[in-house]
């Protein structure tokens, strides 16, 4: 009798000493579980910022440049784009790097984490300007009376580690494969910035089209005249941005 305690004892022990530690566990499991959430939150925020104040940087460029706003890049050069044209005026390259992403730079000797919006220009000759917030090498600047609706225009957003500074929704072939895609890594949601300098957080899902209200058909975000539906390819570029 004395024996069958003394084991239901050792079991009783046992079975605390085997429940302190799975809640040890788990206890730690949720700690850097919160951590990681808010580590990534943090880190959101600071993207966030990150993207507003490149956007008050091209608003500073154009005021200074009769209203002007710079190419996606110069003729025929990978070093010269639209982020060395502005860097006076943001002094700091950790600005151009989102903190939740590992550092790459780009041949300007940028990290690669924001792209110029110069939607529309894929398909088109030398010269064209395209639907999107920016022009591409070799033609005409834009300006920001070239802007109907900067409210509803994107000029920047996230994404994926590529070579380029530049987003053409338009252009699946290279917006379409792993490394050239919109970069929603913020639980499933990607930092925006739009041409009159605000900022927007989205899904890829959202970040299509966007109504005023209700009596009035959505804008696209992406083309400067806002009321032109974004193209096949580019509802599909879009929605297929990597998480």
Known sequence: MAFRTQWADIRSILFKVLLAGVSGVLAAAIFFSLREGAIEKAHAVACASNLKQIGLGLLQYAQ??????????????????????????????????????????????????YAANDSGVYGHSVGFQGLGAFAPAGAKPLATSDYPDPSNLISLCEITRTADYDFDTDDSVRFLNRNGRLWAGHDGQLNIVFADGHLGRYDPSEAISHSDNTQQPPKNMWYRNTTTPLSVSGVDVVQHAAL
């Open 64 to 113: 200074d440049n009769d209203g002007k706003l710079p190419n996606v890049a110069q003729p025929g050069s990978s070093t010269q784009t639209w982020r060395t044209a502005i860097y006076p005026y943001i002094k700091s390259h950790s600005v151009f790097q989102c903190p939740s992403r590992t550092p790459f730079d780009a041949l300007d000797g940028f990290p690669i984490s």
